[in-house]
C-alpha cells in the first residue's frame, strides 16, 4: 500500500516509523518513475510493510558475509590482516598477498578453519599482479568483494629519494589499486561486487616530507571517485576508506611506543579500520558508502 507523506529534503530520506511493534513500519524511497519532483525537492512515497521479518523485502537486509569470496591486497600484515581475519571469522573465504613468505605464513595461519589462502607477490608489478589474480581465481573461483590495501611507506624530503623509490611508492601505492581494480572488475561484471581502497588522511593535510606518499593516497581518492561512476551501472560498488594514524610496521614509532600511543588516543589498532571495513561491505544494496574517515580520538587533524 503506498501513500503519499509530502517533500523531504534530498539530503535526508529517512525512515518514519507508524507504530512500535512493527519491524518494518514505513521505507521513505524517492520516487524515480514517471513522476516529476519539484524544483529543488525530491517526492517520496511512503511504503508499509508486513509486520513479519520473514516478509521484508531483501532491499532493506544487510549483505551477508558467509561465502562470500574476498581478494585482500596488503593482507599480511597490518590493516589487510586484521581484515582477512575478520571477515574470516564472519564466514568469508579470503585470499590475500604480501611481499614477505614468513608475514603471509602468519597472516593464514590465523585462520583456524582455514578460510584464509594467500600467495607472496609483489603488486608493485603488472607481472605480480597477474600472478596474484590467477591463484586467486584457483583459490575462490571467483570475486565478491576486493580490498585493495598494498602500501609502501615513503619517508623523507623528495630531494632525499632515488628514482627507484619514488616509483615504488607510486607503483604499490597507486598503480596497484588501479590494475587491481581492473583485474576485479572484469570479475565482477555480471554478477556485481564490492570494491573497497585503502587511502589515508594525508590526501588532506599534505605532510611535510611525504610529498611522493600524499600524491599517491590523493591519487587513490580521485581514482574511486571517477571509477565508483563507471563501475555503479556494473552493479559494482566503490568505497575509499581513509585512516589517520595507525600501529604498523610502516610508522617510525617502536611497538611500545605504538601501545603508549594506541592508550593515549592518539594512534588507533588495525583492528578498528578492519571493523570499518566490515561495515562498509556488510551494508544494503541501497546504500552505498562512498568514503568514510577515520581518525585516532586525539589525532587533531
Known amino acids: 500500500?503506498?501513500?503519499?507523506?509530502?517533500r523531504l529534503c534530498k539530503s535526508r530520506p529517512k525512515i518514519v516509523p507508524l507504530g512500535t511493534h512493527q519491524l518494518f513500519e514505513a521505507l521513505v524511497v524517492p520516487i524515480q518513475f514517471g513522476m516529476k519532483p519539484a524544483k529543488g525537492s525530491v517526492d517520496f512515497m511512503q511504503l508499509s510493510f508486513s509486520s513479519n521479518p520473514a516478509d521484508a523485502p531483501d532491499l532493506l537486509s544487510l549483505t551477508p558475509m558467509e561465502g562470500k569470496r574476498v581478494l585482500i591486497t596488503g593482507g599480511?600484515?597490518?590493516?589487510?590482516?586484521?581484515?582477512?581475519?575478520?571477515?574470516?571469522?564472519?564466514?568469508?573465504?579470503?585470499?590475500?598477498?604480501?611481499?614477505?613468505?614468513?608475514?603471509?605464513?602468519?597472516?593464514?595461519?590465523?585462520?583456524?578453519?582455514?578460510?584464509?589462502?594467500?600467495?607472496?607477490?609483489?603488486?608493485?608489478?603488472?607481472?605480480?599482479?597477474?600472478?596474484?589474480?590467477?591463484?586467486?581465481?584457483?583459490?575462490?573461483?571467483?570475486?565478491?568483494?576486493?580490498?585493495?590495501?598494498?602500501?609502501?611507506?615513503?619517508?623523507?624530503?623528495?630531494?632525499?629519494?632515488?628514482?627507484?623509490?619514488?616509483?615504488?611508492?607510486?607503483?604499490?601505492?597507486?598503480?596497484?589499486?588501479i590494475e587491481c581494480s581492473l583485474e576485479a572488475i572484469r570479475r565482477m561484471t555480471g554478477n556485481g561486487g564490492h570494491i573497497v581502497m585503502t587511502g589515508s588522511m594525508s590526501a588532506h593535510v599534505f605532510d611535510e616530507n611525504a610529498a611522493v606518499y600524499t600524491a599517491a593516497k590523493a591519487g587513490i581518492r580521485g581514482f574511486a571517485n571517477s571509477l565508483r561512476k563507471e563501475a555503479n551501472p556494473l552493479r559494482i560498488r566503490v568505497s575509499?576508506?581513509?585512516?589517520?594514524?595507525?600501529?604498523?610496521?610502516?610508522?617510525?614509532?617502536?611497538?611500545?611506543?605504538?601501545?603508549?600511543?594506541?592508550?593515549?588516543?592518539?594512534?588507533?589498532?588495525?583492528?578498528?579500520?578492519?571493523?570499518?571495513?566490515?561495515?562498509?561491505?556488510?551494508?544494503?544494496?541501497?546504500?552505498?558508502?562512498?568514503?568514510?574517515?577515520?581518525?585516532?580520538?586525539?589525532?587533531?587533524?
Not at 500500500?1 to 509530502?6: D, E, I, L, S
Open 76 to 177: 599480511t600484515t597490518g590493516v589487510g590482516r586484521a581484515t582477512a581475519r575478520l571477515l574470516a571469522e564472519a564466514g568469508c573465504r579470503v585470499f590475500i598477498c604480501g611481499r614477505d613468505r614468513t608475514d603471509l605464513r602468519d597472516a593464514i595461519a590465523c585462520s583456524e578453519e582455514g578460510r584464509i589462502g594467500g600467495i607472496d607477490t609483489d603488486v608493485g608489478s603488472t607481472e605480480g599482479i597477474e600472478r596474484l589474480f590467477k591463484a586467486a581465481d584457483e583459490w575462490l573461483g571467483g570475486l565478491d568483494f576486493a580490498i585493495l590495501n598494498a602500501g609502501v611507506a615513503s619517508h623523507g624530503a623528495l630531494a632525499s629519494m632515488s628514482h627507484a623509490e619514488c616509483r615504488d611508492v607510486i607503483s604499490v601505492n597507486l598503480i596497484s589499486y
Open 1 to 6: 500500500m503506498f501513500r503519499p507523506v509530502g
Open 240 to 301: 575509499l576508506i581513509e585512516p589517520g594514524t595507525i600501529s604498523s610496521a610502516m610508522v617510525d614509532e617502536t611497538a611500545e611506543q605504538q601501545k603508549e600511543m594506541i592508550a593515549q588516543l592518539r594512534m588507533m589498532p588495525p583492528e578498528d579500520v578492519a571493523r570499518a571495513i566490515h561495515y562498509m561491505l556488510s551494508q544494503p544494496p541501497t546504500c552505498d558508502i562512498i568514503s568514510l574517515q577515520l581518525r585516532p580520538h586525539l589525532q587533531l587533524i
